[in-house]
């Protein structure tokens, strides 16, 4: 599993021969410097760089280029060697002046076989045309790697002289030097990659469709034909003559694939949210958007986009390799198939199994703004296939862009008080000053020194909270009903849909340090995990408390107000609630369903009627489970209702024996994948009196608050991130005018 890093964060390395993938937006010229114990670089010869691109035990590229792989051995380093910095720097020809121009950085460390170890995004670099990503250093006779993420304005002479190194700006100049003479054989910038291979956020480009073809950018126009590689791991001295090498990295093989940790974490730390939520263990688990989507929709590990479009070796989209999909593949292609197009040809980048044949709508584009601004944003600028899809890609990388910014702003702070620490430690461990003067100067030096970092660290948090606050403010209004807040005018236009959308919100996310930028919680449709409303939390974040009563009544409020929108997005008659209600205490939340005439039947009374709608239910699994199992998915017996059934559990576990839990349980774990969901509205401390045998059902559940909560996650940090329900704004009809209008659709349906 990757480790993915924030700024000052180490990993221990496993491994001696390794692989460091740089992944750019523009072309950047990689190096690295070779430390001694305190990390200073004795001279030139230290130094890996495009002008001498092999040391003992390293590996450069002689060009600037958008993906890099370095060759790292970290057993044929010299002794005297305990660090290694990996450097990135924009070439001084042409090109954008400050990484602060350009999307982050990607940097991570593999294995030979292309195992990805480590991973660090290089987020919070603005005027830096120079950077330390990485440092891979000796502990106690193991080496670690750590994300650094040091940049410097002054370019690579200020890097380097911050090194300790003699004459920087001579070396620097001889870099660039080396890089400009190199520029023939210089790797081109890659077309933007998709979402699985594209970690920074880019701007959207519209991808061709079948009849259209796109140029892949290999290599330069009239670029040198490659020569025979040198060994990853060159051991030739400094002065040796350098061979040349082919270009390194490609975008199919350099990229980092994202991935999302998977965990059990112990109770009482932040829940988990998977967007359409299916647990592996019951624990909580980090928020995913991974699922099973149709073809064209995003693939699972992705957290914005579809499938990457790049033709390569062993690829499903058109290029050369094994392909399946009309590439020239090892196992019989006919001759009737189209030769495999040659390098610098066309491409065909469209998906092999996709119907429509017309490519999909152009991705709107920002309006021409003044020299020197930044772009403003725009809503869908993302990938996708629809306008849905990339609204959904976009809240998904609003989402993970707020985390790595807060992750590198606490990682800051930690830092800075860490360093104040150390400093009033240092200015105490003297007697002499602890009650002079001298003393009372370090301890305000190291104060300041303090809040200074801190300063700085929030400058740039606040300037990435800026960007996101207007793509929120440009977002929020665009999104569908199916994403968008009750009190959004989209509701107002409502028609009930002629197809599934590929998410639901669910609430608002936010953090303690930016509380006024709300994330849609997006969940993937349809549900693969069941929701527990918890009527028995004690209080709310603002420390208000509330008696056991009205929370009842607001979490009643937020099952009707999800049960409404679920049952909205869906098709007329492709969506059934039922409710179970066995003291009729829900009878006053539940009477917009039921005036609307949206229930499938009364809400279940007494243990009679508990046990009967159970059984039916779970009638309707096993049949649908047998069915589907026998390879007879369409011939179900007529009486059985195959769409979407959402059960709503009012007052559990009251009205429930052994029996009628044990289904309950059946229904949770068997249910979701045969299109039966639960939505439980229930005090877990009094389904606690059940002991552990609700253990498994409480774990299956995604746990939702009627009152704002922070027990959810993300998968990339693991921030705890505050859930905030979304209810229908207090006298509003909307609720009303759209369940009319699905109970007459459902009507005419049938």
Known sequence: ???????????????????????????????????????????????????????????????AAADHRLAVDLGAVPEAVHRVHVLLALPAAGGPVSFGAVAAPFVAVTGLDGTELVSYTLVGLDAESAVVALELYRRQGAWKVRAVGQGYAGGLAELLGDQGLPQPHQLASGIHEAVARSLARAVPMPPPLTADADRPRQTATPAPGPEQGSTAAQGAHGAVSPQPPLSPYGTQPPGTPAQ??????????????????????????????????????????????????????????????PPPAVGGPQSGYGGQGASDYGGQGASGASAAQPPAPTVGGPIDYSHPRRQNAAPPPPPPTAPPVQPGQPAPPVAGDATGWSMDERLYNQVWGMFEDLARST????????????????????????????????????????????????????????????????ESEVVEPALPPAYARWDNPVWHGYRVPFEVPMAVRLGDLHLPECAELRIPMLV?????????????????????????????????????????????????????????????????????????????????????????????????????????????????PPGVDASEQLLIVNDFPHGFDDRAVTQLRYLADEGPSVGVHLMMVADREEASAYGPLLDPLWRSLMRLTPVPDDHLADPWVGHAWTYEPILVPPGSQVLRQVLSQVAAARTKYS
């Open 407 to 470: 992750a590198a702003y606490r990682s800051a702070v930690d830092f800075a008080d860490s360093r104040m620490e150390k400093e009033l430690d240092a200015a105490l461990a003297d007697p002499r000053s602890r009650i002079s003067g001298q003393g009372d100067a370090a301890r305000e030096a190291a104060r300041a020194k303090q809040a200074q970092l801190v300063e700085q660290a929030r400058a740039v948090y606040d300037r990435d909270l800026d960007q996101l606050m207007a």
């Open 244 to 305: 040349p090498v082919p270009p390194h990295g490609s975008p199919a093989s350099g990229t980092p694939q994202p991935m999302s940790p998977h965990g059990s974490p112990a109770s009482g730390t932040p829940q988990p949210m998977s967007p359409h939520g299916s647990p592996a263990s019951g624990e909580p688990q980090p928020m995913s958007p991974h699922g099973s989507p149709a073809p064209g929709t995003p693939q699972p590990g992705s957290p914005y986009g």
């Open 524 to 636: 993937r449709l349809p549900l693969e995990r069941g929701l527990w409303i918890d009527s028995g939390a004690a209080g709310s974040l603002d420390g208000s408390f509330l008696d056991a009563h009205e929370l009842h009544r607001l979490a009643m409020d937020l099952a009707v107000a999800l049960a409404a929108r679920l049952i909205a997005v869906h098709p007329a008659g492709d969506f059934t609630l039922h409710v179970i209600d066995p003291a009729g205490s829900g009878a006053q939340a539940l009477a917009p369903l039921a005036r609307a005439g949206v229930l499938a039947a009364p809400p279940a009374v007494g243990a009679a009627g508990v046990a009967e709608i159970l059984a039916r239910l779970t009638q309707r699994v096993d049949l649908v489970q047998m069915a589907v199992r026998g390879g007879a998915a369409d011939s179900l």
């Open 1 to 63: 599993m990757t480790a993915e890093l924030v700024r000052g964060q180490n990993h221990p390395l496993s491994q001696a021969r390794l692989e460091i993938r740089v992944a750019a937006d523009t072309p950047v010229v990689a190096a690295a410097t070779l430390g001694d114990e305190q990390g200073r670089v004795p001279g030139a010869e230290w130094v890996v760089h495009p002008g001498a691109p092999t040391l003992p035990g390293l590996e450069v590229s002689r060009q």
